[in-house]
Each structure stands twice: as structure tokens, then as C-alpha cells.
């Protein structure tokens, strides 16, 4: 049962162009999102995160959007660059053991490829 | 540097051979947690661990056992390996104050059953 979904396997865009990477999750406790980026032969590293109280949330050239009603979550990268080729996974925070721990639910990742 | 360590990075073994990968962070965080990696199927999380000596299943435990003796050190033991367990490994670490903070992740540990 996968509670992160992250449909397209890939993308590619043009340098210079906008990059959208979708998210869709199904279980309406998570209370917090986070995109992690992944180059080759190295492990996930943080990106850009928002909580479920908020709709949006940007830092430089990346904007994270959230629509709580939709389950839905994208990440926008303006202007692309050929350096932001990589594997982004989006991820969910949600509470277990009735409240005495939270983990993370991934998704199974979109690998971007920004061409020149 | 602040750092999560994995070794070995890579490793190739065969089907029973009892293995140990280990996992070290010198952030002096409290949450620890191994993940793998497979196609398709994204990071799922095998086991965490929320402090010294309390650790807990997550979501593909089986096959698998963790310890936590130390607050930085949390390996990951194969007592006998199967060839679905060939990988890709990664130990992640985080601070642990509201649940919301960032995970560090290993470089990554590829492991081949034969």
C-alpha cells in the first residue's frame, strides 16, 4: 500500500525552463512534507520542506506547494539547472504508536534530467 | 564535519553468510533509522531507533535486527541473508525534538546476495 505516490519516474526539461515534480499522498494524518534530492552513489540530502498548515513555502529557485483537500503536493524549480539533474523523492511525516513516534513515508522518486 | 558513515559502501556475499553493516553519526542525534532502496519501490524503512537501547520495526523488518548500544552507532545485521535482500542500503540520523527535522543520510551501502 503506498501512501506517497510519485507517478512520473521521470522528467525532462530544458535548461532555463520550470521543472514540476508531483506528489500525491492518501493518508490525510500527515502533518508535514519534505522533497529530498539524491545524486548518483550518494545518499538523500534535504531540499525544501512545508508544513500541513501552510500552502506554500519557497527557498531560492525552489517553491514547495501543498493542496490538502487534493493530497496533493509539486515542487517547482525556476529556472532549472543542469546541476539539479537527480532523483527528488517527496516524503510525509506522520505520527505512529499513538503519538510516541513519527516516521517518514517516501515515495518512490522522480529522477529529473535538465538537458542543455 | 558533521556526518553519517556507512561501511562497508559496497558488498558482495552469499546466501546465509551472516553480515554486519554499520552506521555511525557524530551529531549526537537521538533518532537513527535504516532505509533500502529498490526500483519502484522508493526508501522504506526497515528499523529506527529513538535513543540508546530502544529501537522498533518499521516498514520491511523482516530478515533483518538492529542494536543500539551507543547513541551514534546503530548497525544493521543480515543473520542470513537471502537474495531478496540485495539492495541498497541507507542509515539516516536526525535530532529528534518535534519530529519534523531533517533526516542526514549515509552515503549508501549496495549489497549483492548471491
Known amino acids: 500500500d503506498q501512501q506517497v505516490k510519485q507517478n512520473s519516474p521521470s522528467l525532462s526539461v530544458q535548461e532555463g525552463r520550470i521543472s514540476i515534480l508531483n506528489c500525491d499522498y492518501t493518508?490525510?494524518?500527515?502533518?508535514?512534507f519534505l522533497w529530498y534530492k539524491k545524486y548518483p552513489a550518494e545518499g538523500p540530502t534535504f531540499l525544501i520542506s512545508i508544513s500541513s498548515i501552510k500552502d506554500k513555502n519557497e527557498d531560492g529557485r525552489f517553491t514547495v506547494f501543498l493542496n490538502k483537500s487534493a493530497k496533493h503536493l509539486s515542487l517547482h524549480i525556476v529556472p532549472s539547472q543542469p546541476g539539479d539533474s537527480a532523483v527528488y523523492f517527496c516524503?510525509?511525516?506522520?505520527?505512529?504508536?499513538?503519538?510516541?513516534?513519527?516516521?517518514?513515508?517516501f515515495g518512490t522518486g522522480t529522477r529529473l534530467q535538465v538537458t542543455l | 564535519e558533521a556526518q553519517v558513515t556507512q561501511n562497508p559502501r559496497y558488498l558482495i556475499t552469499v546466501t546465509g553468510k551472516k553480515l554486519t553493516v554499520t552506521c555511525s553519526q557524530n551529531m549526537n542525534h537521538e533518532y537513527m533509522s535504516w532505509y533500502r532502496q529498490d526500483p519502484g519501490l522508493g526508501l522504506r524503512q526497515i528499523y529506527y531507533?529513538?535513543?540508546?537501547?530502544?529501537?522498533d520495526k518499521g516498514d520491511v523488518p523482516e530478515g533483518y535486527k538492529v542494536s543500539r548500544k551507543e547513541k551514534r552507532n546503530f548497525p544493521l545485521i543480515l543473520e542470513s541473508p537471502s537474495p531478496n535482500q540485495t539492495s541498497l542500503y541507507f542509515c539516516a540520523s536526525s535530532p529528534w525534538t518535534s519530529g519534523k527535522e531533517t533526516q542526514y543520510f549515509g552515503p549508501g551501502t549496495r549489497l549483492l546476495v548471491l
Open positions: 516524503a510525509a511525516n506522520g505520527w505512529i504508536n499513538t503519538g510516541t513516534a513519527s516516521k517518514l513515508t
Open positions: 531507533s529513538m535513543n540508546v537501547e530502544v529501537t
Open positions: 493518508n490525510s494524518m500527515f502533518d508535514y
